[in-house]
């Protein structure tokens, strides 16, 4: 990991001009290009082979995936997707059928959402499969959702399930671009960010960007069935409070408003989005770091501490 | 080829919205998202090791040239960059110079040009190193210059010098940005494209574009020292016209505009650009296809031709 902290360093330093709002180190790139109403967002986002999908994974799911990843980050700003860039690069020995399948997850995704596929560049990739993909939206400057602005007091939440992702719902999991856009519109949310490296992770993430700490009730993080069922079936499995934590490629959307909006949120969300859960699952603090509380008390939760935390299953 | 081809054919059916002027299919797209006076471009490109440069190849150049394709492809339509995203393959063993190295390349060519770079992603590819650039950028609405509407009669353009680059251009070329625009603004340029695929192939994709041909006059073709160098010193090395004609990677502008600007182009550009080469090396005409016209007279030119052609060198 020391390469991607000194990438992070690197990108620091990187050149800006009069158009950038905030550029590298938030979901997306967010640009004034001189819209009345509207910042420009970009991100772009790749998934290779043998990292985020093996040679095995049906084709059309790569291409849903690689889409649905850039989508989620423009929910977590609240914006609306307009237009992807894919960049395809293909091995030998990939046939016709393959090739359209992978694009068939492609303009699925992207047709359900309007957005419009504006360029299909493909280049040889001698050693596996990779897909590039560069999504530009839009965003209302004023409900532009960043992942700094939490703030202490506020109740944190999170949609869907968490955990287990890696069985399955990584390839399948629907960009929450409605919901981040409604919530934007309707509650002021503080902070917002989407969950691809684990509840923890990203959470940490918005803690640093917002200088404040955050102390999570354990029964209330929504566990999936499937973290629920690997650590049933897969000895070497996490236990399922440590997946939903952990694991990562959940695609859910993470944010924190005062928790005066708590219940309100979630009433006007059961009427608009019955099918998917939502789950108040902590508060910020003032103080720094991630807190755990559960039946026997509050305790730290540092690192991705797997190590630390299997001897202590606490579900 | 069939299975780029094939992509081709795929992306013609790709999802379109209300927001799209031109989707695949031209150097950029070209999104109309609102502002007045402007529309938007959007490019994605990548360069992958073993196809676009070794692993022997001079880390910031790397950089370099993953930027510069983009910027020379919003270069081809007139338009000024705004801001980048990249996202970096790493194979495992990458050390932090290497990658700062790498990071230079692209620092410098965007700073050049008043780029900002709004996010760095990186991601583990096991296999080789990739960069992955998508680029935004601004051009007037009254002045994009796409690859249709070269006229028969049209005089046909070229900046540079063409053919060799492989022997070192490719990594270090200029992108023609200042060019494109100062074109676009001052000369009523019918079409555009940035030399990619090689002068031959690139301008079969202005001629199909405005259902037109073109006559070449082979003695005008700008040919590169390196080219000629090659020709001498490699025995099998192309001839130094045809090296020109089908090499690519030259990252130069070829451009039609009505012969009656021929010579005042000529002239102003000398003023504007002393130290750049610009060379009128043909004509539009009315039939299709691409012919050369040299002291022997008029001959077809088809395909990349290098079989063919390399039996009957003409210079």
Same mark, same amino acid.
């Given at each position: 990991m020391k390469e991607f902290e000194l990438i992070e360093l690197l990108t620091r330093s990187l050149p800006a001009n009069d158009s950038v709002v905030l550029g590298a180190g938030d979901d997306c790139a967010v640009l004034d290009l001189g819209l009345r !109403? %509207?910042? @420009?967002?970009?991100k772009t986002d790749a998934v290779v082979e043998g990292v985020h999908f093996t040679s095995a994974t049906e084709r059309e799911k790569i291409g849903h995936k690689a889409l649905g990843r850039c989508l989620s980050d423009i929910a977590a700003m609240g914006g609306t997707p307009s237009a992807a860039v894919i960049t395809v690069g293909l091995p030998s020995g990939y046939n016709a059928e393959e090739i359209n399948s992978i694009y068939d997850g492609?303009?699925?995704?992207?047709?359900?959402?309007? @957005?419009?596929? @504006?360029?299909? !560049?493909?280049?040889?990739?001698p050693s596996g499969l990779f897909l590039s993909v560069a999504v530009i939206g839009r965003v209302s400057k004023s409900r532009c959702i960043r992942r700094a602005g939490a703030k202490a007091g506020d109740a944190i939440f999170v949609t869907? !399930?968490?955990?287990?992702?890696?069985g399955g719902r990584h390839l399948e999991f629907e960009p929450r671009v409605e919901q981040g856009r409604w919530l934007a519109e309707h509650f002021a949310i503080h902070a917002m960010?989407?969950?691809? $490296?684990?509840?923890?992770? $990203?959470?940490?993430?918005?803690?640093?960007?917002? %200088?404040v700490g955050a102390e999570l009730f354990t029964r209330s993080i929504p566990i999936s069935r499937a973290a629920k069922l690997q650590a049933k079936t897969e000895s070497s499995a996490k236990p399922p409070l440590l997946a939903a934590l952990t694991d990562g490629e959940d695609f859910e959307l993470l944010f924190t408003l005062p928790s005066a909006s708590a219940v309100p949120l979630l009433d006007a969300w059961k009427q608009q989005f019955p099918a998917i859960k939502l789950s108040c699952i902590g508060k910020i603090t003032k103080?720094?770091?991630?807190?755990?509380? $559960?039946?026997?008390?509050?305790?730290?939760?540092?690192?991705?501490g797997y190590e630390h935390f299997s001897k202590k299953p606490v579900s």
């Open positions: !109403e %509207d910042f @420009v967002l970009l492609l303009r699925k995704l992207a047709t359900r959402y309007n @957005v419009a596929i @504006v360029g299909g !560049e493909t280049t040889q990739a869907g !399930e968490l955990g287990g992702s890696l960010i989407d969950i691809s $490296d684990g509840l923890a992770g $990203d959470l940490r993430h918005l803690l640093r960007a917002g %200088d103080g720094q770091g991630l807190k755990l509380r $559960d039946a026997q008390g509050l305790r730290d939760f540092s690192g991705t």
